[in-house]
C-alpha cells in the first residue's frame, strides 16, 4: 500500500466500479478521491448474491458521477499509470459498452436483468 499526496491521480476500486481519480484529502484508513473517468462500470444486481435473480433485490448500480468525491479504502487506490486521464464521458461510455459484450456473451437470466438494468441507466446517462 502507498501514501498517496494530495494531487496524485489514482486508479480506485469502489464496490463493483473501477474509477480513475485525484486524491483530494488523506482520511486515515481512506482516501477522499474526486472522480475523473471511469475505468470498469459498477456490475448490476446483488452484489451479495452474485449471479442470482431469484429472491434477491436486485440493484441498479450507477457510475460515481464526474467529479463526485467518494472515500476509497486505502488498499483498493493504486498509482494510475497512463499519462492521460480519459475524458469522463467517453470512458462512461466505453465502460458501458464493455460490461453490455461482457453480459450478452452467454445468455441467463441474470445477465439479461443486469442488461435490462444498463440498458436503463444509459438512458439516464445519455438521454
Known sequence: MSDFQNGTIV???YKSGIYIGEVIEDRKQNYLV???AVDKHPMQGDL???GKTDDV????????SFQEKANIHKQAVHLYESKQVPDYDV???QSVEKLKQKLTRRETN?????????KDLENQYFS
Open 34 to 36: 474526486k472522480i475523473l
Open 110 to 118: 441474470f445477465n439479461q436483468h443486469a442488461l435490462d438494468q444498463l
Open 48 to 50: 451479495h448474491n452474485p
Open 91 to 93: 470512458s462512461l461510455k
Open 11 to 13: 486508479k480506485a476500486h
Open 57 to 64: 433485490f436486485f440493484h441498479q448500480r450507477k457510475a460515481l
